[in-house]
């Protein structure tokens, strides 16, 4: 049986794997809630794959230990902060951001460049203390169910460079990048390829994104977690006992596979229903 890291790295590369990953995020109510009743981690009681440091803040020499102290040697790390358009959204709004998107993008782009370079001296000053990380999640939400915030042309112009050159940056520490992103990014899949992302979260599946044809179209381009509706908790476990390992099946095939749910989980969603979800993927989830 691989560990949490090999597994993972095997994955982002188009290697077989024992089984896919597993990943997932929680909402802050149900993360407190679900810890209180385990009384422990999520990410280990659960055996999550890969654990998270969010750097969008600065953190001391303390927490970067107690870090590192909580996480199991074997488990894939990586780096996670906010990309410069989810940035300039949490600074902003999104109203406000797209809007001066629209009116003045070259104002928008000299703010990414501010943040970003912000950013990433940030993250040299954990590289360069000897601190090692297996990759980078980056969080960005760049589209809503239907299509991008912006234009495929804004993103090219103004935003594509920016996400090359985090991309090619961590690269030179053998670090690939994996981004987070909500909504429909399936026009700019292409673009996000040549910026150098190794795999895409979640692909949701409520977005109207298809994992079979996006597979079928991409082969081992880039790989994809999730597309698993957080609908399906409203369905009675005997459905879920085929529903599941069928999907898994379409997901998992010739390898590049993660899964997760669409979302964070939420108080909707019970613990011992994700429990059996969970045992359900590890069984059905191998290769």
Not at 26 to 37: C, K
Not at 83 to 99: D, I, M, W
Not at 133 to 152: Q, R, V
């Amino acid at each position: 049986m691989m560990t949490s890291k090999e597994r993972i790295s095997r994955i982002l590369s188009f290697e077989t794997p024992d089984r896919v990953g597993i990943k997932d995020l929680f909402r802050d109510e149900t993360r407190a809630s679900w810890q209180r009743s385990v009384g422990e981690d999520l990410e280990e009681y659960f055996d999550f794959d890969i654990r998270t440091l969010n750097i969008d803040k600065d953190l001391s020499p303390s927490q970067l230990e107690a870090y590192f102290a909580g996480a199991k040697k074997d488990r894939f790390l990586a780096l996670s902060f906010s990309e410069p358009f989810q940035r300039y959204v949490e600074k902003s709004g999104l109203v406000r951001a797209l809007e001066n998107i629209g009116n003045n993008p070259d104002e928008a782009a000299a703010e990414f460049k501010a943040d970003l370079d912000q950013i990433l001296s940030r993250a040299v000053g954990i590289l360069d203390r000897g601190y090692e990380f297996d990759g980078l999640w980056l969080f960005g939400d760049l589209a809503h169910n239907k299509d991008l915030f912006f234009s495929p042309e804004f993103y090219s112009k103004h935003l594509f460079g920016f996400h090359k050159e985090i991309c090619y940056f961590f690269a030179s520490y053998g670090i690939p990048t994996i981004l987070h992103s909500d909504g429909n990014i399936s026009r700019i899949i292409p673009q996000l390829i040549e910026a150098g992302f190794r795999a895409l979260h979640p692909v949701p599946y409520s977005a109207g994104l298809d994992i079979k044809e996006l597979k079928r179209e991409y082969k081992n381009d880039i790989a994809f977690f999730g597309n698993f509706d957080l609908d399906i908790f409203r369905m009675p476990r005997q459905v879920l006992e085929d529903l599941i390992p069928a999907h898994l099946d379409i997901c998992k095939e010739n390898g590049g596979y993660i899964f997760g749910f669409d979302g964070p989980l939420g108080p909707a969603t019970n613990i011992d229903d994700y429990r059996f979800v969970l045992d359900i993927v590890k069984e059905h989830g191998r290769y």
